[in-house]
């Protein structure tokens, strides 16, 4: 089993609207690398949701994956501002898998504090120009988020 790292806008997708929805294709992604992350995820991997672009930004929550990539309908879409003309329905160029919410974190991770937190060091998140909205989380640094959640804020 794999540990993940995903990031979504709160004000597009939040760990709110999965709570309410339970399950979600996650769609929109148009990232080579991070389409192969997305591609490699197993059912029953689990899943740190990450509220980028938010202030402050910082891990929220933690999904499961519950089916394995499919192709992202978005590409296909030509109404959608992820509109893929190169995309076809025999040769798909992006995918997307289904993620189930688990739960909310006790609270809110922020990056500032990822960043002071030395259990994270090597984090790819933390790393100098890392703008990836899919990445692989080792399960140490997958645990250690988690278990910082569950301490009081510092």
């Not at 399950?23 to 997305?38: E, F, G, K």
């Not at 992820?82 to 289904?98: L, S």
């Not at 060091?121 to 990836?132: C, E, I, T, V």
Request: overall charge positive; glycine content about 4%; hydrophobic content about 40%.
């Amino acid at each position: 089993m794999a540990t993940w790292l995903v990031k979504t806008e709160p004000d597009v997708y939040s760990i709110d609207d999965l709570a309410r929805d339970k399950v979600t294709d996650w769609t929109c992604v148009r990232n080579y690398q991070a389409r192969n992350s997305l591609k490699a995820m197993a059912v029953g991997d689990e899943v740190l949701i990450y509220h980028s672009n938010a202030e402050p930004p910082g891990v929220v929550g933690v999904a499961k994956v519950c089916k394995e990539a499919a192709p992202d309908p978005t590409q296909f879409d030509k109404k959608s501002e992820y509109f893929d003309a190169k995309a076809t329905q025999d040769a798909p160029r992006w995918f997307c898998p289904d993620l189930k919410f688990v739960r909310k974190l006790p609270r809110m991770i922020p990056l500032d504090e990822m960043k002071g937190c030395k259990a994270l060091d090597g984090l790819a998140l933390l790393q100098r120009g890392s703008r990836l909205s899919v990445i692989p989380v080792s399960e140490k640094h997958f645990n250690a988020i988690v278990e910082l959640a569950s301490k009081a804020a510092r």
